[in-house]
């Protein structure tokens, strides 16, 4: 069953212009004239919204930028030259000295990284890898201002309560941001589980082809806005007109893409969770009990990426089962046409304590090579 809404898909297809182009034009100016001197002040005082100077926006990245909105739900979004460019200009912007951000779920590392950075300038952090409502308030202390996570997460795919979540934040005046890159707008909305905020990277399935960068974060004209001027304005993460266009392209096949990867991704999961040499297979559908609820919940499937735990010795051998696979690339990031396969630690992590993140996991990204070739070629290198 195709997972995708139709209204969304409609939306993804939107593009052209008032000439006819069937694709929208690409803008390439860095500023733009006006009349008179007061028509320029006044646009300015908007530049959110009214092209002056491309590091503000741009028709090409304004038509990304609404686009994006109407399909999360949201007054407003903005795009950045990437995703780790939404994520820092929202920190950056909506978090000052003496607050503490909650990290829930498997956060993106470099997302971290960016936090423990800001611990320099007297913003705190700290994490919770619980997908229990009770376990997240404790967690939380009268400096928290603000609860960001991901749901799901991107190696494990765990999913959190968003709704709980967001009814605790709003009861306790804390903001919430959602990174929710891994299910896209088409198979989740967060801003309609009542989260303030929401964050992508545009690199993975929005662009989809492997040759672009970007990122946004969308929710209300009044967020956004704070966004835009404590943080884009300032720490200068601009997309350029033509990585706006590459992922208006990307976004017009988005629902065929996702929905072939998803059906694709399930039967890679399947043939895993049956094969003896995986002890583990981490995929929303194939989850049981509250993570089952969840899925059923929140979601309206699940895109194309997976994580097996193998049955091995050790992380080298682990390595040599990813090196053997001749159809998955071995790549970063994830979202493109083209299968990648991944390791979850780039060293030998060591003995395993917790069994989060096994020394024996692989992440993988299904692409539209066929789910009967990809599994034929992980027979191959399991065999």
């Not at 407003?76 to 503490?100: N, V």
């Not at 049981?288 to 969840?294: F, N």
């Amino acid at each position: 069953m195709n997972p995708i809404n139709a209204d969304d898909a409609l939306i993804c297809l939107r593009a052209g212009d008032a000439a006819g182009a069937v694709m929208p034009p690409i803008v390439q100016a860095s500023l733009f004239r006006f009349e008179t001197l007061e028509e320029l002040h006044g646009a300015q005082a908007r530049e959110n919204e009214v092209c002056v100077y491309s590091r503000g926006t741009s028709p090409t990245v304004r038509e990304l930028e609404e686009t994006l909105a109407r399909l999360e739900g949201a007054e407003a979004a903005k795009c950045f030259a990437s995703g780790m460019g939404a994520i820092s200009a929202t920190l950056f912007a909506l978090l000052a000295e003496g607050d503490h951000v909650l990290f829930c779920g498997d956060i993106y590392g470099p997302t971290i990284e960016f936090a423990q950075r800001l611990e320099d300038y007297g913003v705190t952090h700290s994490r919770c890898f619980a997908a229990v409502i009770d376990e997240i308030e404790a967690a939380l202390t009268p400096a928290t201002k603000m609860i960001y996570f991901e749901s799901p997460g991107s190696m494990r795919f765990e999913l959190l309560p968003i709704a709980e979540i967001c009814a605790l934040a709003k009861r306790r005046g804390i903001l919430t941001a959602a990174d929710n890159t891994v299910a896209t707008p088409l198979l989740q909305k967060p801003l309609a589980m009542g989260c303030d905020l929401v964050l992508h990277s545009l690199t993975k399935y929005v662009g989809g082809h492997s040759d672009t960068l970007g990122g946004a974060v969308a929710g209300s004209a009044e967020l956004v806005e704070r966004v835009f001027r404590r943080g884009y304005m300032l720490m200068g993460a601009v997309m350029a007109p033509f990585d706006a266009w590459l992922l208006l392209r990307g976004l017009a096949t988005l629902p065929a893409r996702l929905a072939q990867q998803q059906a694709d991704a399930l039967a890679v999961a399947r043939f895993l969770a049956g094969h003896p040499k995986v002890r583990r297979v981490f995929h929303p559908a194939l989850a049981e009990g509250a993570q089952a609820a969840l899925f059923a919940q929140q979601m309206r499937g699940h895109s194309g990426l997976l994580s097996a735990e193998f049955d091995l010795p050790d992380h080298a051998a682990t390595l040599a089962l990813g090196n053997r696979l001749r159809l998955f690339g071995k790549a970063i990031s994830w979202g493109g046409v083209e299968s990648l396969v991944s390791s979850a630690h780039r060293t030998d992590p060591g003995p395993d304590h917790d069994g989060r993140m096994p020394r024996t996991l692989l992440r993988f990204s299904v692409g539209l090579e066929g789910a009967e070739a990809l599994i034929a070629d992980l027979e191959q290198a399991l065999a």
